[in-house]
């Protein structure tokens, strides 16, 4: 009797626990803890959203640009600009980066990590990029850190782009205003949403190359961090919404770089499964919330939970670890060597030369081709009176030929 | 099989017809999905495809027009329309056929996108063009009708290949 209450309580205990216990628990396991709150990280990237909830038009740009402005300047050995802009798009308006640089004085190489500050009209951009901003803003530290008790061979500058969202204005202006440098620029990295997809992604180019080998090399596992699928997110002529294969039309500020030739290496998050050949944020509708009302602080914090820190944090360590590898500056120095030559393959140009010069061949194939058929024809012009059908004398009497 | 289908033309009209709307969307299904991606703010396959076939059925009815139109000028009145038109479709068929397959290489090698865009569509309708030629021109001409014929149709064709390919 003894042995079957201690069953029947056993049971009892066992129901209970399944009962209380949330089925997805697995899943949201990290939502219980919140101690990845009172991180700097999270502090860093709150404060953002709380100080420029809105960041789509002049004065609320100014007024992010001005906040970012300011904590830079607070890292030790970093000189801060800022350049300003007009935006061409909907609407017009001025706009600026928020240029920091580590500088070595004696090189003219350098590398560029930026990310965009903007947000699209009413969305607080919570992942859409204030976590890319704080990760922009922890490498930074990280960097100016370690540069100041080891020189780094380069020049590295940060940049906090604005008008991302009007059509990648701010990187473009960056890339125009110092197109002269660019030339000298090993690598641009790009961080851009990087928390609230399902996947953790790297698209370096769309196809092995050693920059993507030493970024994964240098990444904590940890982290997740996968490359891009190569051969996803084309239809036709055009990648769908950017992340994808085209890399001469991708969805972020290094396609302004990566279109004047410069290597790149971008992190995003988002899920290649969901769709067909095409970028997702995520395979949970709940989630998708890019460029809407429902990125916000909330809703970051409601579907990855200590997830935000952890990315954002994973993201600037892999920065900072690949920038700082033995082996960086000679696999940069080669990864121009590795870039898919856009000018040759995705220049409409050139197929189009060729399938003139085709239609000339043809031309001439079809003349020739034609000339035969007249002969054969007796239909032909005086050449044929030659041939044995017009050798009667009275043939011109039939037939009129041309002079 | 084959001869009995030649024989008879409603079925192999109706059939070349089918198989002329299905491989026109086998051919242009990923510029659907990207048109549809843009103008309906969606990429999905099922409004793609279902445009595609509505497309084809559309040119299904164009097309006889056309080549009624360009034998009327060209004053070719001694073809049979009905059996040339069937014709014209089934090389039509034949070319959509194997651009569709052509298409299948971006899936799984992009890089070729932008040559293969251009360059598949125009060497696909060179084949299939000289491949019409050298029937028609076998079965309806002889010797002398055949010289104007290919050059009526011969610039036909270069006005556009240069209309659609280059221009």
Same mark, same amino acid.
């Given at each position: ?16 626990? #399944? ?50 402005? !300011?904590?830079?300047?607070? /890292?030790?050995? /970093?000189?801060?600009?800022?350049e !300003?802009f007009? #935006? ?9 980066n928020v240029v920091a640089?580590?500088?070595? &004085?004696?090189?003219?190489?350098s590398i560029v990590i930026g990310a965009h500050y903007d947000a ?5 951009g919570?992942n859409d990029n %204030?976590t890319g901003i704080t990760a922009l803003?922890?490498t930074l ?13 380069f020049d590295v500058t940060f940049v906090a782009f604005g008008a991302e969202e009007q059509g990648l204005v701010g990187s473009a202006e960056y890339a125009n205003r110092h197109f002269?440098q660019l030339e000298n620029v090993l690598v641009m990295f790009n961080i851009d949403s990087i928390v609230?997809g399902?996947?953790l992604y790297v698209a370096v180019e769309n196809k092995p190359t050693d920059m993507e080998?030493l970024v994964l090399?240098c990444t904590? &596992?940890?982290?997740?961090l996968t490359h891009k699928p190569y051969?996803k997110g084309t239809?036709?002529?055009i990648d769908m919404f950017g992340y994808g294969y085209y890399e001469t039309i991708q969805g972020s500020d290094h396609t302004s770089f990566r279109l004047e030739g410069v290597p790149t290496v971008f992190y995003f998050s988002g899920?290649y ?6 970028f %997702?944020e995520? %395979? ?6 890019m ?16 997830? /935000? /820190?952890?990315r954002i944090?994973?993201v600037a360590?892999s920065i900072f670890?690949t920038i700082?590898?033995?082996?960086f500056?000679?696999v940069a120095?080669?990864a121009r060597?590795q870039l898919v030559n856009l000018k040759?393959?995705y220049?409409?140009?050139? &197929?189009?030369? #060729? ?37 009667? &004398? ?10 | ?7 008879? @033309? ?29 103008? *309906? ?14 497309? *084809? ?15 009327? @000028? ?5 073809? =049979?329309?009905?059996? @040339? ?35 598949? =569509? ?26 104007? @014929? ?14 659609? *390919?280059?221009?």
């Amino acid at each position: 009797m003894k042995k079957l209450c201690q069953l029947l309580l056993c049971l009892m205990l066992v129901a209970v626990i #399944v009962a209380v216990v949330p089925h997805n628990a697995t899943a949201d396991t990290s939502f219980d803890d919140d101690s990845y709150q009172n991180t700097e990280t999270y502090k860093f990237l709150q404060q953002f959203v709380a100080d420029n909830p809105q960041r789509s038009n002049q004065q609320e740009e100014l007024l992010a640009a001005d906040w970012i402005f !300011q904590r830079f300047s607070g /890292v030790s050995g /970093v000189n801060v600009a800022m350049e !300003q802009f007009t #935006v061409n798009g909907d609407y017009i308006y001025q706009s600026q980066n928020v240029v920091a640089t580590i500088d070595n &004085p004696n090189t003219n190489k350098s590398i560029v990590i930026g990310a965009h500050y903007d947000a699209s009209a009413s969305s607080q951009g919570a992942n859409d990029n %204030a976590t890319g901003i704080t990760a922009l803003y922890l490498t930074l530290q990280r960097v100016a850190a370690y540069a100041d008790k080891n020189p780094l061979p380069f020049d590295v500058t940060f940049v906090a782009f604005g008008a991302e969202e009007q059509g990648l204005v701010g990187s473009a202006e960056y890339a125009n205003r110092h197109f002269g440098q660019l030339e000298n620029v090993l690598v641009m990295f790009n961080i851009d949403s990087i928390v609230n997809g399902d996947y953790l992604y790297v698209a370096v180019e769309n196809k092995p190359t050693d920059m993507e080998d030493l970024v994964l090399s240098c990444t904590k &596992p940890s982290l997740n961090l996968t490359h891009k699928p190569y051969a996803k997110g084309t239809y036709g002529v055009i990648d769908m919404f950017g992340y994808g294969y085209y890399e001469t039309i991708q969805g972020s500020d290094h396609t302004s770089f990566r279109l004047e030739g410069v290597p790149t290496v971008f992190y995003f998050s988002g899920n290649y499964n969901v769709k067909l050949w095409d970028f %997702a944020e995520s %395979a949970d509708i709940n989630k998708q919330t890019m460029n809407t009302p429902m990125d916000s602080m909330s809703n970051l914090n409601k579907y990855n939970g200590s997830l /935000v /820190v952890e990315r954002i944090e994973g993201v600037a360590d892999s920065i900072f670890a690949t920038i700082t590898n033995s082996t960086f500056e000679q696999v940069a120095g080669n990864a121009r060597k590795q870039l898919v030559n856009l000018k040759f393959w995705y220049n409409p140009l050139w &197929p189009t030369l #060729v399938v003139v010069a085709l239609i000339a061949l043809l031309g001439f194939l079809a003349w020739k081709h034609y000339r035969k058929l007249q002969k054969g024809s007796i239909l032909g012009t005086a050449e044929i009176k030659n041939t044995t059908v017009f050798h009667q &004398p009275d043939a011109e009497d039939i037939f009129t030929f041309k002079k | 099989m084959l001869k009995k289908l030649m024989s008879n @033309y409603n079925l192999s009209n109706i059939l070349c017809k089918v198989l002329f709307v299905i491989t026109f969307a086998f051919s242009n299904w990923q510029a659907f999905m990207l048109a549809a991606n843009i103008f *309906g703010g969606d990429n999905s396959v099922v409004i793609a495809i279902i445009s595609a076939l509505l497309l *084809g059925v559309v040119l299904v009815f164009i097309v006889p027009l056309i080549v009624n139109f360009l034998l009327n @000028y060209m004053r070719l009145y001694s073809i =049979p329309r009905l059996e @040339y038109i069937l014709i014209v479709e089934f090389f039509f068929t034949i070319g959509f056929f194997i651009n569709g397959l052509l298409s299948l290489i971006h899936l799984f090698t992009p890089i070729l996108l932008g040559w293969g865009t251009v360059l598949f =569509p125009f060497l696909v309708s060179v084949g299939c063009t000289y491949a019409f030629y050298k029937v028609t021109a076998k079965m309806y001409f002889n010797d002398v009708t055949v010289v104007y @014929y290919f050059k009526a149709l011969a610039v036909i064709f270069f006005v556009a290949s240069f209309v659609m *390919g280059v221009l």
